[in-house]
């Protein structure tokens, strides 16, 4: 079975710049997360997905977070703008019951 | 104050040592337990999950849950160089969305 795919795997931007992630989750799983975890502490959730509608965005900076879900299969994750205080590792989960599967995340520093 | 604390840790051991993970938590609508271990540069990857209060053993791991005094464990026996790694609990009220701890990072020396 594979697993839940991200891309980039690393990305560095300058703060004020605008930047978006990747996520095809494993096949079936109908729910979809995203969690930003900064170094040191544990994954905090950003959005769930339940197919293509938003079940929990209440953690989302939605001054300068956006996200979708295409077609209730792949999704996007945007920053714009950037702020220092954006640089994490953001992780894409998907499950189809009481717990998570993880893809590697992507590396997000901003300068 | 955090839904979810996690001993904070660093933890160094010697190989075939037991090491003990602990968790407390504030929010009583919490019906599932997860320990995630998570490798340097890696996602977290499920190592245990429980529902309600007890004991589950799986190998060399177990996990405790005592809702009562709202307080998770894991335990690790025997342990090995390949078992360095954060471990992180977590722990949710409904299917999938889950509040985690900040981890506690494994060191097994050989």
């Known amino acids: 079975e594979a697993g839940v795919a991200q891309s980039p795997r690393y990305k560095i931007i300058e703060k004020r710049q605008s930047v978006a992630f990747w996520c095809n989750p494993i096949?079936?799983?109908?729910?979809l997360y995203w969690y930003q975890q900064i170094l040191g502490q544990g994954p905090k959730l950003l959005i769930q997905f339940q197919n293509n509608g938003v079940v929990d965005d209440s953690q989302l900076p939605k001054d300068r977070f956006s996200a979708e879900r295409l077609k209730g299969v792949d999704s996007t994750l945007k920053i714009q703008p950037a702020k220092l205080e954006d640089s994490a590792v953001y992780l894409c989960?998907?499950?189809?019951?009481?717990?998570?599967?993880f893809g590697q995340g992507t590396r997000l520093t901003v300068v | 104050q955090k839904e979810v604390e996690q001993d904070p840790g660093p933890l160094s051991v010697p190989e075939g040592a037991i090491v003990s993970l602990n968790c407390t938590y504030s929010?009583?609508?919490?019906?599932?337990f997860m320990w995630y271990r998570q490798y340097s540069r890696k996602g977290p990857e499920l190592l245990m999950y429980?529902?309600?209060?007890g004991n589950k053993e799986d190998g060399r791991f177990t996990a405790q849950v005592d809702k009562s005094s709202k307080y998770i464990s894991l335990f690790i026996r025997d342990s090995q160089p390949s078992d360095s790694a954060t471990y992180l609990c977590?722990?949710?009220?409904?299917?999938?969305?889950?509040?985690f701890g900040d981890g506690t990072t494994l060191t097994v020396k050989p």
């Open positions: 096949s079936g799983h109908a729910t």
């Open positions: 929010n009583s609508a919490f019906q599932y």
């Open positions: 977590a722990m949710s009220s409904n299917a999938g969305k889950s509040t």
């Open positions: 989960a998907s499950s189809e019951g009481q717990w998570a599967f």
């Open positions: 429980t529902y309600s209060s």
